[in-house]
C-alpha cells in the first residue's frame, strides 16, 4: 500500500523561503513520479511541479519557475519543493501526489496517492 505523507507548511513573511516535503513509501521500485500542486484561494487547484524519482527528470510549471524548486533526498524516499520568494498570492494548501511510471511534464493520468496536504501562508 502506498502512503504519501507531507510535512513542513506554515506561516513565512513575504520574500521568504520555506520546504515543503514529502515522503513516499509502499513502492517496489523507483519507477514513479511525484506532483507537486497546490489550491489557492478563488482558484482550482493548479500542479506546480513534478519529479520522476528513479531519473530524478522534474518539470517546473512556468508560473513558478525560479522561485520553486523540486528535489529528491535519494537516501530517503523523500520528495522536497523549496520555495523562494514567497509571496501572499502563494498562500494555500499544498499537496503532494504520486502515480506510477514517468511524469513527463503532464498533469494526467491522474495521480493515485494523495498527501494529507499541508498550509502555507505568507503574511507580515
Known amino acids: 500500500q502506498v502512503q504519501v505523507v507531507q510535512s513542513g507548511g506554515e506561516t513565512v513573511q513575504p520574500g521568504g523561503s520555506l520546504t515543503v516535503s514529502c515522503e513516499i513509501s509502499?513502492?517496489?521500485?523507483?519507477?514513479?513520479?511525484v506532483g507537486w500542486f497546490r489550491q489557492v484561494r478563488g482558484k482550482e487547484r493548479e500542479g506546480v511541479a513534478q519529479l520522476h524519482f528513479g531519473s530524478a527528470i522534474k518539470y517546473t510549471e512556468t508560473s513558478v519557475k525560479g522561485r520553486f524548486t523540486v528535489h529528491r533526498d535519494d537516501k530517503a524516499n523523500i520528495v522536497r519543493l523549496q520555495m523562494t520568494n514567497l509571496q501572499p498570492e502563494d498562500t494555500g494548501e499544498y499537496f503532494c501526489?504520486?502515480?506510477?511510471?514517468?511524469?513527463?511534464?503532464?498533469?494526467?493520468?491522474?495521480?493515485?496517492?494523495w498527501g494529507q496536504g499541508t498550509q502555507v501562508t505568507v503574511s507580515s
Open positions: 509502499g513502492y517496489t521500485d523507483y519507477d514513479y513520479c
Open positions: 501526489a504520486a502515480r506510477t511510471g514517468v511524469c513527463g511534464g503532464k498533469w494526467s493520468p491522474r495521480f493515485d496517492y
